[in-house]
C-alpha cells in the first residue's frame, strides 16, 4: 500500500550531513517538507537545492523545516553542498538524508521494495527519487508531487502550496491559483447558518461555492 494523503509518514532514523536524526522527533512541531533526489552532483538537483537555500528566510516565517534526501552518502552530501552554496549564492543549512541503503526511498514508497544499486550505478537507476513531501505537525502526509529528472521543481509553487495547506488547516478551502491574500472558500461541509456564525458576511457564486476573506 503506497503512502497516502492524511496518512502518519514512516518515522525513521537516519544518518545526515549533520549527524543522525529521528524523524518525528526531527519535524517536532513544526511543519515540514522532505525533498529527495536520485543521486549527488547532478546538474538539476543542484540548482534545486540551492532554490531550496535561498528560500531559508520564507520556511522560518511559515514555522517549516525542510530536509533533502539523496541516494549517497552523508560525506557526498557535506562535498556537494559547497558547490550548492556556490550555484545559489545561499548557505543550505538544512540537513540531507544519506538514503545510499535506499530505506527512506523505499519507506516512502519512491521505489520497490526490491530496488538496489547496482554497481556503476546512474541517476537513472533511482529515477523515482524525484518527490516532494509536505508534512503537517501531527506526522500526516498532507501533499506530495513527484517530478521526472529533467524537470526542476517550482519551488515557489511548493511555497504557495504550504501557504494553502496552513490556510485550509483553518477549516477553509482555496480556490485555483489562490496566494495569501486572496479570498477562499467556505467547504460544503459547512451549513450557511455556520458559515454567517464562523465567518460573517460572504459571498454566494453558486449554493455549493462561497468565498469569504481569508481568516486570520
Known amino acids: 500500500m503506497g503512502l497516502r494523503i492524511n496518512d502518519v509518514v514512516p518515522d525513521f532514523s537516519a544518518e545526515t550531513d549533520q549527524g543522525t536524526i529521528n524523524f518525528h ?14 543521486k549527488d552532483f547532478t546538474p538539476v538537483c543542484t540548482t534545486e537545492f540551492s532554490a531550496v537555500a535561498q528560500l531559508n528566510d520564507e520556511w522560518a516565517k511559515r514555522n517549516t523545516k525542510v530536509i533533502g534526501v ?11 553542498k559547497k558547490d550548492i552554496e556556490e550555484y545559489g549564492k545561499a548557505n543550505p ?40 513531501f509536505i508534512i503537517g505537525p501531527d506526522k500526516q502526509l ?16 511548493i511555497l504557495r502550496a504550504l501557504d494553502g495547506l496552513q490556510m485550509t488547516a483553518k477549516g477553509v478551502a482555496t480556490p485555483a491559483n489562490w496566494v495569501p491574500g486572496e479570498d477562499v472558500i ?6 450557511d447558518e455556520e458559515a454567517t456564525a464562523k465567518f460573517g458576511e460572504y459571498e454566494t457564486i453558486f449554493p455549493y461555492l462561497r468565498k ?3 481568516p486570520e
Open 70 to 80: 539523496s541516494v549517497d552518502s552523508a560525506e557526498d552530501h557535506r562535498k556537494w
Open 142 to 157: 498532507k501533499l506530495n508531487m513527484t517530478y521526472p529528472m529533467t524537470v526542476g521543481r517550482n519551488f515557489a509553487e
Open 25 to 38: 522527533d526531527w519535524i517536532g512541531d513544526s511543519w515540514a517538507i522532505l525533498f529527495s533526489h536520485p
Open 212 to 214: 469569504v476573506k481569508a
Open 186 to 191: 467556505i467547504p460544503p461541509s459547512v451549513s
Open 93 to 132: 543549512g538544512f540537513p540531507i538524508i544519506a538514503d545510499d541503503g535506499l530505506a527512506v526511498s523505499k519507506a516512502f514508497d519512491m521505489l520497490p521494495a526490491e530496488a538496489y544499486l547496482p554497481d556503476g550505478r546512474t541517476p537513472a537507476d533511482s529515477a523515482t527519487v524525484r518527490s516532494v
